[in-house]
């Protein structure tokens, strides 16, 4: 979808917009900040090139429009050669567009294509003397960018020695990772300063800062190499022959950081058809990328075509950024509610002044903990930054500072819990009702009740409501002994809804344990984990007598993980005491517990039982899209269940572990990456067929 341009209407509006837009740029480009984000920019600078397309004769000489970083720095370094910036399209047709016009400076139908994704950071050129780094430039104006070697040693990727003795000049994007920003954050606040609103703005203020009472690191990933005033003659001859990917793979060998070991690395590509499928795997991938990107370049690859397309003042004619769906808004903190979970854990939701993103209306979005709160700064009234990509849950990354009023009020943490007025419990990052499950019991009854966990038949939300607030249930366990008088005096349980519900309770009570466990809601488990817990362990006696150390053979359990499981078993064992009593299955069929053995040295410990025999015995598989065939009517639960009787692992994302991609119908993202990846790829009907021995 093509990014709608602002609306400008007179001659007023387009100076306005006009300084709206370099001020923008000049707050971005020297400190890491903005007062728009980067679609309200992209808007408002299509919306003044629409104005002066209009109105030739009135443009105003501070347009940002055909001018690197939109006119707004400046350096006093010069470049060797002119650092550009990209025009960009928004969508497929534009894309293609672009392409009949390179072939019309080229004088030919460009075959060849590079690929790469855009990352979202600072473009700097570093001079490199003899293999050993000199100089750190920011790319300013385009024909001179500032000095920022003070940076040198900071910046993962870049190294301060090349692997060979030559003089050359690369290119790239400096920028934070995920983890990178939060640890920025971290430190920056600790030493009383406003947290970064995003990783962009954070690397280009971080990466002008001098004389700081700290340092943090960023990442180098380089996309251009050319040489230096004394590069030797035979090399730089050859620079100015390769192709744009074999400069890549040159770049590389010199021991630079590229997008060649990242999930999207660049490739080459023959046909506006294949590049634009790059795009769209590119795209879906983004949610899962450890850095952000908001769009992909797209060069002419080869050094002939480059030449002959040639560039203009701004930006080279043979290269286009083909911008994403912005994934980040600025909007404002509302207010912020504190929602008590099923297990009684207390969680910040904000509430958001409506804003659009990627197609969606984001009225909330996560904070995680009260701890997340305070290490952010947010206070009510914040302009915020909130991100959100693909189907991953909105959060709130951090509040804009400069654009605070001092109107902003501090967020005040609930003293006690929010549902039922007991203590709380904050000892850990997530604070936790003093009662525990006992605060929200008609969730964690209903919840247990699901289709996914002990499938209890006619125990709906409504149906649990009553139960508890008769007084007839307390726990979990009391739903097995509920008898039918009990719910005859029910209002609108009948005999035979009486007795529906009274045989599905039976039922349930012979649900394998990793359905049980899963029914308990132990904090850190869910479906998946709640199984692997059941298949290592065998029974219900195993896992309570396992201490952290035994938990920790599980696959997917750490050593902050296993602990927290542990102390919540030991909390929960009145209620597991209970259950077995009334005859709930506390063993998991086909599962063999590990057998205890000695070593040489008498130390005790398990042996891990052999992998599970099946058509998927050591196969890591994921499901995506809507199943067909035989499968139809599975939940997604219930496939992964499948999946594991037949011997394999069921997992949610797809990853170079992941042997086989079941893709039904609509699959996406999760289909592309494995294409991408090279992981064979199976249709439903084609599965079904796999496991049939083990379909019920």
Known sequence: MTTPAAVIVDAAGYAQAVEDAVKASAAYYTGGTSVLDDDSYDRLVRGIAAWEADHPDQVLPESPSGKVAGGAVEGDVPHTVAMLSLDNVFSAEEFTAWTVSLARRTGHEVTRFSVEPKLDGLAIAARYVDGRLTRLITRGDGTAGEDVSHAIGTIEGLPAELT?????????????????????????????????????????GTLRAKERAYTVPMTFFGYGLLPLAGTEAGLAKRLGELAHSELMDRTAELGVNTTATTPVPGITADTVEEVLTRVQEIGALRAGLPFGIDGIVIKADLAADQRAAGSGSRA?????????????KITRLLEVEWNVGRTGIIAPRAVLEPVEIDGATITYATLHNPGDITRRDLRLGDHVMVHRAGDV???VEAPVAHLRTGDEQPIVFPEVCPRCGSGIDTSELRWRCEQGRNCHLVAALSYAAGRDQLDIEGLGHT??????????????????????DQLLGLERMGETSTDNLLAAIVTAKGQPLSRVLCALGVRGTGRSMSRRIARYFATMDNIRAAD????????????????SIVAELVELAPLIDK???????????GATPPAPVTDEAGAEGVEVPDAADGPLAGMTVV???????PLEKLSRNQMNELIERAGGRSSSSVSKKTTLVVAGDNAGSKRAKAETLGIRLATPDEFAILIADHLD
């Open 164 to 204: 060979e003795p030559v003089t050359v000049e690369v290119r790239g994007e400096v920028l934070m990772t995920t983890a990178q920003f939060e640890h920025a954050n971290e430190v920056r606040t600790a030493h009383d300063g406003q947290p970064f609103a995003n990783p962009r703005g954070a690397s280009a």
């Open 316 to 328: 080279p004619r043979w290269a286009i950024a083909y911008k994403l769906p912005a994934v980040e």
């Open 393 to 395: 849950i909105p959060r």
């Open 463 to 484: 149906r649990v409501v009553q139960l508890v607030e008769a007084g007839l249930v307390a726990d979990l366990a009391d739903l097995f002994a509920l008898t039918r």
């Open 548 to 563: 952290a150390e035994s938990m920790q053979r599980v696959e997917g359990i750490g050593t902050e993980k296993a602990p």
């Open 579 to 589: 259950l077995a009593a009334a005859g709930v299955n506390m063993t998991e069929p």
């Open 623 to 629: 499901v995506t899209g809507a199943m067909t065939g």
